[in-house]
């Protein structure tokens, strides 16, 4: 069935989503910060919309992939924001990485005025939203979520429903507690192999058929290698998530050390001005001698 | 073209290995330091000797997988050792996880007296050498390599030669490096998990779909979440090799701080006598809090 899709935050992974949407048949709706970079989809048949409140008032479901918590409190909550401008029976899902409480307080709100609020933010980068392959993880009321299934899977391949509302933002931040200390673990194996002299891609590829194998050392690693730092996830990006991760565990009183050191080598990145490269670029970090 | 065999180590990943090469056609000799680990292979056909000095005269390859360094150095360089007794043109591999500067200073008496000395540890762990399928990352005299290549082929699936003597425990040190840190990210991604209320379980299908993915949270993961400790490989071999990494990280002038901090973690669950439990035992440290 067709729907009436509102969709905010036509960014790098935003954009590529809102093209499967339209793609599979949907009638879609834009509001960004910046119209220019929601022109190549107004031009291939989206609607424009000036404020997020008149998307919102015009739309079935609505689509929000934005940058920090604070934008998401301020378009969800706000006077002229979605909540307040939303119809009775439309279902709002929140794709951007955020926090689970903020996601929570929307839902109880959102239920307030008859309005469904899914949390479903996603892993897998830029490519993975080009490629329609994105893991989306959900929090939320059960129907509402099966009524928007057709649209997850236009968007992505891994597609789970976690718990209530927050559940599919816990979600996110684990898998980020487990890359951070991963890619902290590539890291160190490259440096030791590099210093001791090995031949760093030979020793990627015997270790990573083993026990040491996985995504960031198979992906990152060579990237590592190479020194090409160019952003598929941005390292700002990586340092909120963890910052909302070390919020979250600081609130429930858990205790994560390899997420804390990670953390202190990555303030010294941003410290350094390199909050637009890759996160991979901690590799540059221990290429310096400046880890502690 | 069958060879005759000498292999000192018979513990659970040398049975299998030797029972390999058995298989393979090669006449297998045998020295442990209790015969009983032994018998089984014996009963098949492996001849037995009564010490590693008798053992080595009488081989063409031999193969020593033990527990630590110190035992490396004892059977190798010690009165009775290996290179006091082996013939000229003898190969030795050495496939215990060691020290790289013990086999560079290994390789280089060997040379001495014409015995060509390759470091060769492994990781796989038990299954991988039951089912002839380890990673084998191999250090020394590329001619020695290839002489022994078919013999390696028999026990492993990845073969690899990384350089010269010490590269291949070099190697070997890099792969336990990712996962030292790899699997502390493993391991407060399921505690976050749990405290957050998801279903740990859920989480792990969903993360190790997307960047998160990896052998440590797909096998180690539902091990940590079942509450299953069993030894695939041991606590106290793990932290020796951690052990190893840093008094080398140390000596390049390496600050390995993921690592540092999985040491500590893993001192403490040695303190409490979790030495013969699983390296992924670690998970029960996040589980009663005592991380630091």
New interface residues.
């Given amino acids: 069935m067709a729907m009436k899709i509102g969709f905010i935050g036509t960014g790098i992974m935003g954009k590529s989503m809102a093209s499967h949407l339209m793609a599979g048949g949907h009638s879609v709706q834009i509001y960004n910060r910046s119209r220019d970079k929601a022109e190549e989809l107004l031009a291939r048949g989206a609607t424009w919309f000036e404020t997020p409140a008149s998307l919102a008032a015009a739309s079935d479901v609505i689509i929000t992939i934005i940058g920090y918590p604070k934008d998401v409190e301020a378009i969800y909550l706000g006077p002229d924001g979605i909540l307040q401008n939303a119809k009775k029976g439309c279902i709002t899902i929140d794709m951007t990485t955020s926090s689970?409480e903020l996601a929570k307080q929307i839902a109880v709100i959102g239920q307030e005025r008859g309005i469904a609020c899914l949390d479903a933010p996603v892993?897998?980068?830029d490519i993975?939203a080009r490629d329609a392959a994105l893991?989306i993880?959900v929090g939320g009321d059960a129907s509402a979520y099966e009524c928007v299934l057709p649209l997850f899977r236009l968007m992505g391949?891994?597609i789970?429903l976690?718990?209530p509302a927050g559940?599919g933002q816990?979600?996110k931040?684990?898998?980020?507690?487990?890359?951070?200390?991963?890619i902290?673990?590539?890291?160190?194996?490259?440096?030791?192999?590099k210093?001791?002299?090995?031949?760093p891609l030979?020793?990627l590829?015997?270790?990573g058929?083993?026990?040491?194998?996985?995504?960031?050392?198979k992906?990152q690693g060579p990237r590592m290698i190479k020194g090409d730092f160019a952003p598929g996830f941005m390292l700002e990006h990586f340092v909120k998530d963890i910052g909302l991760?070390i919020a979250?565990?600081d609130r429930?009183g858990?205790?994560?050390?390899?997420?804390a050191?990670?953390k202190?080598?990555y303030d010294i990145l941003m410290q350094q001005g390199h909050e637009r490269t890759g996160y991979h670029a901690l590799f540059e970090l221990y290429l310096r001698?400046e880890?502690?």
């Fill in positions: 689970p892993s897998g980068g993975g893991s993880m391949k891994t789970a976690l718990g559940a816990h979600t931040l684990c898998n980020q507690i487990v890359i951070a200390s991963t902290m673990g590539v890291c160190e194996g490259l440096i030791y192999a210093t001791a002299g090995l031949d030979a020793v590829d015997v270790i058929a083993g026990a040491a194998g996985g995504v960031q050392l992906v991760a979250e565990a429930m858990l205790k994560l050390p390899g997420l050191q990670a202190k080598l001698k880890v502690t």
